[in-house]
């Protein structure tokens, strides 16, 4: 019933900017954290961002502070991150995942980055 759903990724230069959009269907997310992780080609699966239930607080790997921005719109389900200044070891499928009764996973969208 609950699905989660990435859009927004793509082929960049590097210092390009790419938005990716995380939308939720069969349960609201408000009042729930919803992180963002991606997996590098060939290395294991790392968070990148993350936001509180109530959007009051986010946190960000070291990788990406002051490059990435997590937001959330409670009124259309839907979980954001925007990407600036994009390098190539940005290069990963990114996932969004948030804790019900359980972790529920997206399919992940593909960001790569061109130097």
């Known amino acids: 019933q609950v699905q989660l759903v990435e859009f927004g990724g793509g082929l960049v230069q590097t210092g390009g900017s790419l938005r990716l959009s995380c939308t939720v269907s069969?349960?609201?997310?408000?009042?729930?954290?919803v992180n963002w992780f991606r997996q590098p080609p060939g290395k294991e699966r790392e968070v990148v961002a993350a936001?509180?239930?109530?959007?009051?607080?986010?946190g960000y790997a070291d990788s990406v502070k002051g490059r990435f921005t997590i937001s959330r719109d409670d009124g259309v389900n839907t979980v954001y991150l925007q990407m600036n200044n994009l390098k190539p070891e940005d290069t990963a499928k990114y996932y969004c995942n948030v804790k019900f009764q359980r972790t529920y996973w997206g399919q992940g969208t593909q960001v790569t980055v061109s130097s």
């Open positions: 936001i509180s239930g109530n959007g009051d607080a986010t």
């Open positions: 069969g349960r609201t997310i408000t009042g729930y954290g």
